[in-house]
């Protein structure tokens, strides 16, 4: 972890059903108490939300089904911890039913100074480099993890895909 740098993250889903359809209620019911897990837990730094709380009303494309969640964290590892390691893990497992499974990068992690606070703009832009470049030191992954600026070792986080919350089959 360094003092200087954060990190960033965002990740995109399409939804399967609009807001309202039963058929993804418990999504945005739980949305309440991720948020709040997400909040209390190590490491965390700031969530994009709106007037409600949550960043699902925050439209950034013409698709209304696109949701976003763009978050920063102290470091790779304490981001990785809460997504895999917390009651998160238990609802993401849950997202094939609610989403459309990704044919691209649907999540980007990139290293802002410390106190910075990222714009959807500037998220979407690292979406869209991490998926035209792959991983870089400017737009990576969990799977790619790059140290940040002025540190010489990248962190050390297990493969998501072991947790079994992936898109696999």
């Known amino acids: 972890m360094t003092e200087d740098w ?9 939804a399967r ?3 309202g359809d039963p058929r993804i209620a418990e999504f945005y019911e739980r949305l309440d108490e991720i948020n709040t897990l997400a909040e209390a837990s190590p490491g965390f ?8 709380g949550s960043a699902t009303g925050i439209q950034v494309e013409q698709d209304p089904s696109l949701l976003i969640n763009l978050t920063v964290w102290e470091s790779v ?17 849950k997202r094939r039913q609610w989403f459309e499974r990704p044919a691209q990068a649907y999540q980007v992690l990139w290293w802002v100074p410390a106190g910075t606070v990222p714009s959807v703009e500037q998220a979407m832009a690292k979406l869209r480099m991490m998926r035209e470049r792959g991983p870089t030191q400017a737009a990576f992954s969990f799977q790619s993890p790059f140290a940040a600026p002025g540190m010489c070792e990248a962190p050390s986080v297990d493969d ?5 919350v992936g898109w696999s089959d």
Not at 6 to 14: G, S
Not at 77 to 93: G, I, N
Not at 160 to 164: E, F, R, S, Y
């Open 160 to 164: 998501p895909t072991q947790h079994c």
């Open 45 to 52: 730094v700031w969530r994009l939300q709106d007037e409600t």
């Open 6 to 14: 954060h990190l960033a993250q965002l990740n995109v889903a399409v």
């Open 17 to 19: 059903y609009a807001q």
């Open 77 to 93: 590892e304490s981001l990785h911890a809460f997504v895999y390691r917390s009651m998160h893990q238990k609802v993401m497992v």
